[in-house]
């Protein structure tokens, strides 16, 4: 059978996913043929291992006029047995069977973001739209948590047999550690994600601020690429002079792991999450975590996190300040974060998916 993987967002924070989803389908070596949609700029981001596998230019923006025409006229062209789109912007067009990953609703649920509020509430109408003929028309759903099923299905009334949890994986470790030379020797706890409102960062910054009052030489590290959304964040931190709080910017993976490695606490205060990778990332080198009890993340991170109620400065510096003063607190949400973060394999999440191909092929 011949499958196509619309892959257009490969290199995004959300492609990791489909970058992970297509190497370990490669691994499993299955029959079908598969076609890996990307665009022009992504061409050579992915390169097939397998003859099976090929890639295929999809130069077509999400929300866009060419998505829901060109594309469709495309994928027509190409008479896939199966189309599996990773995200819901798919062309409605398009009638030939598919499978639609949800990772979450998010956009449904947001206040504000770097959108002005008209642009904003335009695209939540769109979204609402079409994920509700996405849900209806897709022959199987995938989600990455229970959470975000249950949520889809009360949302759209889809009957919740047509919806499959796939768990996604998380970060491989890797030896090789960079120092981040201004926060060597310091006593220092971390946030490495998106700098999007809804992952509440500047309520994560001011309960470092509170912390300081009993931990003085405490250090906040914010990585992440530099954009628009930060760059707010900075000239936040800058105007009410805030102490301690490092801006890192993007940092590499040998950076990354150094900083998961010495951190006191990797803090993820998000309001929403369809899945929650950074803090199992942060788990897979032993760094203890505070998460916010929000959405999936419970469900994801079970007993191996130190739950604090998002909304609450005082509860994040609550939790955190636990971490930080109780050793015996810290050492078992480490040991217990390593064990957690094992339970998700990207490999298995690559099988469930190849499972569901199979079961809409075979009807």
């Not at 910017?249 to 951190?263: E, I, K, Q, R």
């Not at 032993?286 to 009890?293: F, L, Q």
């Given at each position: 059978?011949?499958?196509?993987?619309?892959?257009?967002?490969?290199?995004?924070?959300?492609?990791r996913?489909?970058?992970r989803?297509?190497?370990?389908?490669?691994?499993?070596?299955?029959?079908?043929?598969?076609?890996?949609?990307?665009?022009?700029r992504?061409?050579?981001?992915y390169?097939?291992?397998?003859k099976?596998?090929?890639?295929?230019?999809?130069?077509?923006?999400?929300?866009?006029f060419?998505?829901?025409?060109?594309?469709?006229?495309?994928?027509?062209?190409?008479?896939?047995?199966?189309?599996?789109?990773?995200?819901?912007?798919?062309?409605?067009?398009?009638?030939?069977?598919?499978?639609t990953?949800?990772?979450?609703?998010?956009?449904?649920r947001?206040?504000?973001?770097?959108?002005?509020?008209?642009?904003?509430?335009t695209?939540?109408?769109?979204?609402?739209?079409?994920?509700?003929?996405?849900?209806?028309?897709s022959?199987?759903?995938?989600?990455?948590?229970?959470?975000?099923?249950?949520?889809?299905?009360?949302?759209?009334?889809?009957?919740?047999?047509?919806?499959?949890?796939?768990?996604?994986?998380?970060?491989?470790?890797?030896?090789?550690?960079?120092?981040?030379?201004?926060?060597?020797?310091?006593?220092f706890?971390?946030?490495?994600?998106?700098?999007?409102?809804?992952?509440n960062?500047?309520?994560?910054?001011?309960?470092?601020?509170?912390?300081?009052?009993?931990?003085?030489?405490?250090?906040?590290?914010?990585?992440?690429?530099?954009?628009?959304?930060?760059?707010?964040?900075?000239?936040w931190?800058?105007q009410?002079?805030?102490?301690?709080?490092h801006?890192?910017?993007?940092?590499?993976?040998?950076?990354?792991a150094?900083?998961?490695s010495?951190?006191?606490?990797y803090?993820?205060?998000?309001?929403?999450?369809?899945?929650?990778?950074?803090?199992?990332?942060?788990?897979?080198?032993?760094?203890?975590?505070?998460?916010?009890?929000?959405?999936?993340?419970?469900?994801?991170?079970?007993?191996?996190?130190?739950?604090f109620?998002?909304?609450?400065?005082?509860?994040?510096?609550?939790a955190?300040?636990?971490?930080?003063?109780?050793?015996?607190?810290r050492?078992?949400?480490?040991?217990?974060?390593?064990?957690?973060?094992?339970k998700?394999?990207?490999?298995?999440?690559?099988?469930?998916?190849?499972?569901?191909y199979?079961?809409?092929?075979?009807?």
């Amino acid at each position: 059978m011949k499958i196509a993987i619309d892959a257009r967002i490969i290199n995004s924070t959300t492609g990791r996913y489909v970058e992970r989803l297509i190497n370990y389908l490669e691994d499993l070596k299955p029959h079908h043929e598969f076609l890996i949609l990307v665009r022009e700029r992504d061409k050579d981001y992915y390169k097939p291992k397998t003859k099976n596998f090929k890639i295929v230019i999809a130069d077509f923006e999400d929300y866009s006029f060419g998505e829901q025409i060109g594309f469709a006229k495309l994928l027509q062209k190409l008479k896939p047995d199966l189309v599996h789109f990773c995200m819901p912007q798919q062309p409605l067009l398009f009638t030939r069977p598919a499978v639609t990953t949800v990772h979450d609703l998010n956009l449904l649920r947001i206040t504000k973001n770097d959108m002005n509020p008209v642009e904003l509430a335009t695209k939540k109408l769109i979204f609402r739209g079409l994920l509700l003929a996405v849900a209806k028309r897709s022959k199987q759903i995938l989600t990455p948590t229970k959470f975000t099923k249950n949520d889809l299905v009360n949302f759209s009334h889809i009957n919740p047999d047509k919806v499959t949890v796939t768990y996604e994986g998380s970060l491989e470790v890797i030896s090789e550690q960079q120092e981040v030379q201004e926060l060597k020797g310091k006593k220092f706890i971390m946030y490495l994600g998106r700098a999007e409102p809804y992952k509440n960062n500047r309520r994560l910054i001011k309960a470092h601020q509170k912390l300081l009052q009993e931990h003085p030489d405490l250090h906040l590290a914010i990585a992440g690429k530099i954009d628009e959304l930060r760059q707010a964040d900075k000239d936040w931190v800058e105007q009410n002079q805030y102490k301690n709080v490092h801006f890192l910017g993007f940092v590499s993976d040998s950076a990354a792991a150094w900083l998961y490695s010495n951190c006191r606490a990797y803090v993820f205060a998000s309001f929403m999450e369809g899945f929650g990778l950074p803090a199992l990332d942060a788990m897979a080198y032993g760094a203890p975590v505070a998460s916010s009890s929000a959405s999936c993340l419970p469900e994801v991170y079970q007993d191996a996190a130190h739950y604090f109620n998002p909304h609450s400065t005082d509860d994040i510096a609550r939790a955190v300040n636990d971490i930080l003063t109780n050793k015996k607190l810290r050492d078992t949400l480490s040991k217990k974060g390593i064990l957690q973060q094992k339970k998700y394999s990207w490999k298995k999440m690559a099988t469930e998916t190849l499972q569901v191909y199979n079961k809409v092929l075979e009807k």
